[in-house]
């Protein structure tokens, strides 16, 4: 099993060590971004649109706890695939446990901070007196639900990180297809309403998270679950942290700008259906990204495993390849979104006003969608490498240096207007520079290819 995951990332083609590792990731990403637009819109169409206010509120909160998730679990996979590629092994395996331990004690913070101070926490996230008994209602099981969450975040990328991507797609799959049928069950039979939606994705959580557990114990992995090999330190936790720490900043960043446009919204007449039209944007949007985010995933052990063995040809050709199959994706996904706007809007909540108000909203915030694959593949490349520095910079971008500047100012001149144009103008802002940061990379590469030969 080990020497074939090894061959994967070591021996085949690009193109088809690529397709081996992203197409389950993909097809995970896929469903479990689907799952979260049946969720919503079970809730928008059995409950209204003022149900799926609830949902975004609580979402800047999940990112939090799936970007965490994100660090220790991106941080420990990119520290997997590079001692792999050393061939040291033994270590990879002590990473692998201390990222689990130092996950363990976060879900513990953060599942006691949030069923103590639940409400002030709703508050700040946008949350109105209409919309707090929907968000409090969600987030009660959700919460909890978090030791789940988290733990699945974390493992679903050291799977990857040792070539076994058919294993995080099928416990993703798992998790989602038992969320939607749940949710089927609570939602519309025993009309639990936003209850039933979040008891549904924790329990879909719960069966993602226990299948990566059963994998692990059976010995299916090339590592052991051992305490022989938990070695805690300052030193292991800053290493993991300061490589994953961008994807803790990128959905960090994604939370504090859902919480800045929720807060901005709050302040407008019909602010529920603002609120409403913002959270049906996070779904469609999440349903474009999501496929990329598992090209991503994909591209990472190999890149990671080329850069280690100090193989530079072959990581020029995996970020070359993986951004054409990047931009053939978002060229095709942004094209059907614009064109069949009204009936992706009316999918979430077939009422005239959120119709009529979310169509044109929908059309302005993806119109730049195209410029995706350099924001969300490039702080990747720069993780894979063990590049903190310029992995924190290309996460910032997008949100904390360009979205949330242009939200405040132009909402300032337009008003709720100025919030959607925000949307463009950061994507358009952020790629661009991205683009210049990676295209420095490759050349970068080719400079280390040279000395080599």
């Not at 969600?138 to 974390?154: A, D, N, Q």
């Not at 990180?161 to 416990?171: D, F, L, Q, V």
């Amino acid at each position: 099993m080990a020497s074939k995951q090894i061959q994967i990332l070591r021996d085949y083609s690009i193109p088809k060590a690529l397709l081996t590792l992203s197409l389950p990731a993909t097809l995970s990403m896929f469903i479990n971004s689907l799952y979260n637009i049946i969720d919503t819109i079970f809730i928008g169409q059995n409950v209204g649109s003022i149900g799926i206010t609830g949902l975004s509120i609580a979402f800047p909160i999940q990112m939090i706890a799936l970007g965490t998730g994100g660090m220790f679990g991106m941080g420990g996979a990119s520290i997997i695939s590079r001692r792999l590629g050393e061939k040291r092994q033994d270590d990879a395996n002590k990473t692998l446990m201390n990222v689990v331990f130092y996950s363990f004690i976060i879900e513990l913070i953060y599942v006691t901070v949030g069923l103590i101070f639940m409400k002030p926490i709703l508050r700040l996230f946008g949350a109105t007196d209409t919309i707090l008994p929907y968000a409090i209602d969600y987030m009660k099981f959700i919460f909890p639900g978090f030791f789940f969450f988290i733990f699945s975040v974390v493992m679903n990328n050291i799977v990857r990180a040792e070539g076994h991507a058919k294993t995080s797609m099928i416990s993703m799959s798992l998790g989602a297809i038992t969320n939607i049928i749940l949710d089927y069950i609570f939602i519309v039979i025993l009309q639990k309403g936003i209850e039933g939606a979040a008891l549904a994705t924790i329990i879909g959580q719960m069966a993602n998270a226990t299948y990566l557990f059963i994998f692990y114990i059976t010995g299916h992995s090339l590592f052991s679950i051992s305490l022989k090999f938990l070695s805690p330190s300052w030193k292991s936790i800053s290493e993991i942290c300061s490589i994953g720490f961008s994807a803790l900043i990128f959905q960090a960043s994604t939370a504090l700008t859902a919480m800045l446009v929720n807060n901005i919204l709050g302040h407008y007449a019909k602010n529920e259906i603002y609120i409403a039209v913002y959270g049906i944007i996070i779904k469609i949007t999440s349903f474009m990204s999501m496929p990329l985010v598992g090209i991503r995933q994909g591209a990472q052990p190999i890149l990671g495993y080329a850069y280690g063995a100090k193989n530079y040809n072959r990581s020029k050709e995996v970020i070359k390849k993986t951004f054409m199959a990047l931009f053939v994706y978002s060229f095709i996904i942004t094209s059907l979104i614009l064109i069949f706007t009204p009936a992706f809007v009316a999918m979430f909540a077939n009422e005239a006003e959120f119709i009529k108000i979310g169509t044109p909203v929908v059309r302005i915030v993806v119109c730049l969608m195209i410029f995706a694959p350099f924001t969300v593949f490039g702080s990747a490349i720069f993780m894979s490498v063990g590049r903190a520095k310029e992995s924190i910079i290309t996460s910032l971008l997008k949100q904390i240096i360009a979205f949330i500047p242009a939200c405040i100012v132009l909402s300032s001149i337009f008003g709720v207007l100025g919030v959607w144009l925000a949307f463009p103008i950061s994507d358009g802002v952020s790629g661009t520079i991205c683009a210049f940061l990676v295209m420095n990379f490759y050349k970068e590469l080719s400079k280390k290819e040279l000395e080599n030969s």
